[in-house]
């Protein structure tokens, strides 16, 4: 089972954008994978006010977390990563930076080997 699991302050997100992000998940991770569409579960979890913090401040955004099954090569992972990032992006309007400054990171975010 595919568990992708999206953290975010409470109304930060739209009821239609909890619509669109897992039917964008799971477009992505199909296309990328081949696995059924039925295996892809997406979760919904509210972050209470002061409950996350980003530099001693109330974070402003959301967080994607994904666990997916082992043995994806990195140019998948990597793929999959932009991809959800665009996504995220498009229908949240939050700002994509996250791949952009990581990206070249992969060994130290334990994407590689």
Not at 85 to 100: D, N
Request: net charge positive; proline share 4%; charged share 20%.
């Amino acid at each position: 089972m595919l568990v992708y699991r999206c953290y975010s302050p409470t109304g930060l997100l739209s009821r239609a954008a909890k619509s669109r992000i897992p039917r964008g998940i799971s477009a992505i991770h199909t296309h990328m994978t081949r696995a059924p569409e039925l295996h892809v579960n997406v979760l919904f979890r509210e972050i209470a006010d002061g409950d996350c913090l980003v530099a001693g401040q109330t974070a402003a955004h959301s967080y994607l977390f994904g666990l997916i099954r082992h043995g994806r090569d990195l140019d998948t992972r990597r793929q999959m990563l932009r991809q959800f990032s665009r996504m995220w992006a498009a229908i949240t309007g939050q700002e994509a930076r996250w791949f952009a400054e990581n990206d070249s990171r992969p060994t130290e975010l334990g994407m590689a080997t």
